[in-house]
């Protein structure tokens, strides 16, 4: 690669038009707010906003509980399966035009069971989307089922045991919803039973809770990537296992500051973390909510922080690096990557 001969008034074009993979999407977090209300209509379901503007007025977070609160209450109309593809498809046509290769989905069970959906309709319709995102965009997508984490091991437990007849539709398990006083530790227990089933296990750790719940991802759940995890810059040791271990981290510029982790985007640490040697990667973890895809939070990210044509490179090909696809996959990505910058 030649990045020197790149100036920076290309980088922003090569930011759209590379390759990516996109591995810290909540599909829950891809419903628009046009969507939402065309699905409260469609399944005769009262929104406690009387527009669409005033549900987007209401994005308006100070921290992630403050988003949590609008984020679960936006899934409550996804009722049959048709909504669950219906929300997968609208994902996929952002993520063609934001040339997303590969997509490894996270989606929130329990959101869904505990009001009364079953397991099937919404493992049923995202299974259909993922498949249909291959036959339509070339997009190679798979699903990562997460355990809401303000919740107990217990009913994570039961949630493994409905998702068990499913196994096959997707690829692993991840942890997310309220991080604060809610430890890694707490699902010791059933990530493990997790890894006896063969499933990749990641986990949400360092977005609001300290650098020892990124320790504890690591070393009690035993996961593979660590999402968000840049709370790790208080902890320079931590910051230097993270590099020497080539543990990805799936960072989300934008959800950070919306979510009021950073103050703006020239405060966000995406920089210092590559300076480290830290195999990070850009995602947009729920972009209806944040204010834009993955290729906007490349875009919006390269404007406020010293990063380079280079580090767009390296930023890119930690995506297909640190997915869960296969070795022969990887190699074919990145050599469409190596295309876009020779
Ligand atoms: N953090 C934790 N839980 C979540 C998030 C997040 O950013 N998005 C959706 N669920
Ligand atoms: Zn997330």
């Not at 509980?65 to 109309?77: E, H, I, K, N, T």
């Not at 498809?89 to 590969?102: E, G, I, P």
């Amino acid at each position: 690669m030649t990045f020197d001969a790149i100036t920076p008034d290309r980088v922003p074009a090569l930011l759209r038009a590379m390759p990516k993979a996109e591995l810290h999407i909540h599909i829950e977090g891809s419903l628009e707010p046009e969507l939402i209300f065309r699905l409260a209509q469609r399944n005769g379901i009262a929104l406690p906003y009387p527009s669409v503007a005033a549900l987007r007025a209401a994005y308006a977070f100070t921290d992630l509980q403050s988003f949590l609160d609008v984020y679960y209450a936006g899934a409550s109309v996804l009722v049959c399966e048709d909504d669950f593809f219906d929300m997968g498809m609208a994902y996929f046509a952002r993520a063609a035009a934001d040339r997303v290769v590969h997509a490894e989905l996270f989606f929130d069970p329990q959101t869904h069971t505990g009001r009364g959906v079953a397991f099937a309709t919404v493992i049923g319709g995202l299974s259909r989307a993922c498949a249909q995102a291959t036959a339509a965009y070339g997009i190679d997508a798979s699903l990562i089922m997460c355990f809401l984490r303000h919740l107990s091991e217990a009913a994570a437990f039961a949630t493994l045991e409905q998702a068990l007849p499913y196994r096959d539709n997707f690829i692993g398990v991840g942890l997310d919803s309220g991080e604060r006083g809610n430890p890694p530790e707490k699902f010791a227990r059933v990530f493990a039973r997790c890894g006896e089933l063969g499933l990749h296990r990641v986990a949400h750790a360092g977005e609001e809770g300290p650098p020892a719940y990124i320790e504890a991802a690591l070393d009690v759940l035993h996961a593979e990537r660590i999402d968000h995890g840049v709370r790790c810059t208080e902890d320079p040791a931590l910051v230097a296992r993270l590099a020497r271990d080539r543990v990805p981290l799936t960072v989300c510029p934008l959800s950070n500051v919306k979510l009021c982790v950073y103050p703006d985007l020239a405060h966000h640490p995406l920089a210092r973390l590559l300076d480290a040697g830290i195999r990070a990667t850009v995602n947009s973890d729920d972009p209806a909510y944040f204010g834009g895809y993955v290729s906007q939070n490349f875009v919006d990210a390269f404007a406020a922080l010293p990063l380079t044509a280079r580090d767009a490179y390296t930023l890119a090909r930690n995506g297909f690096e640190a997915s869960f696809a296969t070795d022969d996959r990887k190699r074919g990505w990145v050599g469409q990557l190596d295309a876009v910058f020779a």
